[in-house]
Each structure stands twice: as structure tokens, then as C-alpha cells.
T-cell receptor
Framework: GIQVEQSPPDLILQEGANSTLRCNFS?????LQWFHQNPWGQLINLFY???GTKQNGRLSATTVATERYSLLYISSSQTTDSGVYFC???????????FGKGTRLSVIA | DAGVTQSPTHLIKTRGQHVTLRCSPI?????VSWYQQVLGQGPQFIFQ???????GRGNFPDRFSARQFPNYSSELNVNALLLGDSALYLC?????????FGPGTRLTVL
């Protein structure tokens, strides 16, 4: 099945800093989602991004499906951005989603 | 609209017991998927149901079973609980290509 690798595994930022999270996947995909898991375990949808670039406030994401990677950009980070970020392409068709181990982000005031 | 809801929020069981977890999808969503997330890992797919039919099953033992009801809500059942079943169980409903997750049920097996 498809393999997902995320980097870095851990990231500590000062509030206000910018960061880039990377997601590599082993096979071609027709969609991909980014999630933020908050400290209470809730997975929050950030982006559905099979290709191209999308922006939502301080967050943006880019997927280059032909090169099998996606990037999540966080600008002007805030303490509320802390948590684990997952990318998840589907195993087949549109589901089920395959998750990597995530990037654990800690933003310090 | 309400999001995906799950019950109970937390659950403590002992080895060998049985557990039932419940999920209500977002109104209008006909597909429900279940995932297991153990500490430090990403969620792992268990089951997907669409229109009350099983559409996919992950690599989990037969102790795990699920079903979907006519109102599209779903139950996940786990028999003969093991310590290793301790995890956060997540339910997701989907519309088109996007999955939306509930808050999860945290199961502890002692």
C-alpha cells in the first residue's frame, strides 16, 4: 500500500515564526488532506488539496502530485497552532485515508 | 450543522470484555469510516461503510466488527479486549472526497 513520510517529526517554534512541513508519498494520488490534531485529539480539516496551491489565512498548502509530495506552510505561528499535523492521501480511490506519523509542532510564546 | 458525533467520550474496560462505540455522521453523509489511533502514531483504517454495506476493511482481527444503520449512524464492536486495543477510536463521515472526523472515543483496557 501507499507509504507516507512526514518531516520533520518534531518542530519547536517561537511565536511569530514561519515553518514548512513536508509530506512525501510513495504512489500517485488523486487527493490528499491535511489535518491538525489538537491536544484533545480532535482532527481538524485544514485542506483538501489533490494538486496545486490553496491558502486559508496564515496557512497554505501545495501539492505536486507528479513529484509525490505536499507542503504545508504556517506563517506567523501562534501558540494555538501547537499540535500534530498529518497529511493523508487515500489508499485507493478516495478512501480510506493513509496517515503518516505526523509532525508534532510546539509554538512557544 | 452538527459535526460528527461519537459516544462515549471515554471508556475503561478490562481485558476480555466487549465494547461498543457509536458514531453519528454529519447530516447528509452516507459514508462512515472507523480508525484506530494508538499513542504516537497516525490513525489506522479499520472499516468503511457506505449505504449500510461494508466497503473496506483494514488489517484488524475478526474481534473487530462494525455495522451501519438505516439513518447512517454506525457502531464499532470489539470483542475479547486486549491491552493493545487501548487507543483513540475515530469515526469519520465523508462527502465526496473529503473526510470529517469526530472527537473520538478514548478506550483504556486494563
Amino acid at each position: 500500500g501507499i507509504q507516507v513520510e512526514q518531516s520533520p517529526p518534531d518542530l519547536i517554534l517561537q511565536e511569530g515564526a514561519n515553518s514548512t512541513l513536508r509530506c512525501n508519498f510513495s504512489d500517485s494520488v488523486n487527493n490528499l488532506q491535511w489535518f491538525h490534531q489538537n491536544p484533545w485529539g480532535q482532527l481538524i480539516n485544514l485542506f483538501y488539496i489533490p494538486s496545486g496551491t490553496k491558502q486559508n489565512g496564515r496557512l497554505s498548502a501545495t501539492t505536486v502530485a507528479t513529484e509525490r509530495y505536499s507542503l504545508l506552510y504556517i506563517s506567523s505561528s501562534q501558540t494555538t497552532d501547537s499540535g500534530v499535523y498529518f497529511c493523508a492521501p487515500p489508499e485507493w480511490g478516495n478512501t480510506p485515508l493513509v496517515f503518516g506519523k505526523g509532525t508534532r509542532l510546539s509554538v512557544i510564546a | 450543522d452538527a459535526g460528527v458525533t461519537q459516544s462515549p467520550t471515554h471508556l475503561i474496560k478490562t481485558r476480555g470484555q466487549h465494547v461498543t462505540l457509536r458514531c453519528s455522521p454529519i447530516s447528509g453523509h452516507k459514508s462512515v469510516s472507523w480508525y484506530q489511533q494508538v499513542l504516537g502514531q497516525g490513525p489506522q483504517f479499520i472499516f468503511q461503510y457506505y449505504e449500510k454495506e461494508e466497503r473496506g476493511r483494514g488489517n484488524f482481527p475478526d474481534r473487530f466488527s462494525a455495522r451501519q444503520f438505516p439513518n447512517y449512524s454506525s457502531e464499532l464492536n470489539v470483542n475479547a479486549l486486549l491491552l493493545g486495543d487501548s487507543a483513540l477510536y475515530l469515526c469519520a463521515s465523508s462527502w465526496s472526497d473529503t473526510q470529517y472526523f469526530g472527537p473520538g472515543t478514548r478506550l483504556t483496557v486494563l
